[in-house]
């Protein structure tokens, strides 16, 4: 059975960083991309960050500059937060987009206090 479990994430201030883990576990068949994503209360869930197989990321327009993704030989992946915002508040949620299907984790909680 896979399972993704995210950390790191937490209360921090205003212009702090986090850095955000996410560890897959059980067997995929071959993983095409690998995200995070978050969801704000009250707000649709957005795609903050995804990185392909071969290395190529993708940004939202809002964390442009600010946060980075990474993935390692395994089946994790990370994302490196800087100058956090009030408005990066949100549960983040990373996923694996495999040739058979998605899976997601349960997320992490990322509040940022002004």
């Known amino acids: 059975q896979v399972r993704l479990v995210e950390s790191g994430g937490g209360l921090v201030q205003t212009g702090e960083s986090l850095r955000l883990s996410c560890a897959a576990s059980?067997?995929?068949?071959?993983?095409?991309?690998m995200g995070w994503y978050r969801q704000a209360p009250g707000k649709q869930r957005e795609l903050v960050a995804r990185?392909?197989?071969?290395?190529?990321t993708k940004y939202a327009d809002s964390v442009k500059g600010r946060f980075t993704i990474s993935r390692d030989n395994a089946k994790n992946t990370y994302l490196q937060m800087h100058s956090l915002k009030p408005e990066d508040t949100a549960v983040y949620y990373c996923?694996?987009?495999?040739?058979?299907?998605?899976?997601w984790g349960q997320g992490t909680q990322v509040t940022v206090s002004s």
């Open positions: 996923y694996i987009q495999g040739a058979l299907r998605d899976y």
């Open positions: 059980g067997s995929i068949f071959s993983i095409n991309v």
């Open positions: 990185i392909t197989r071969d290395g190529g």
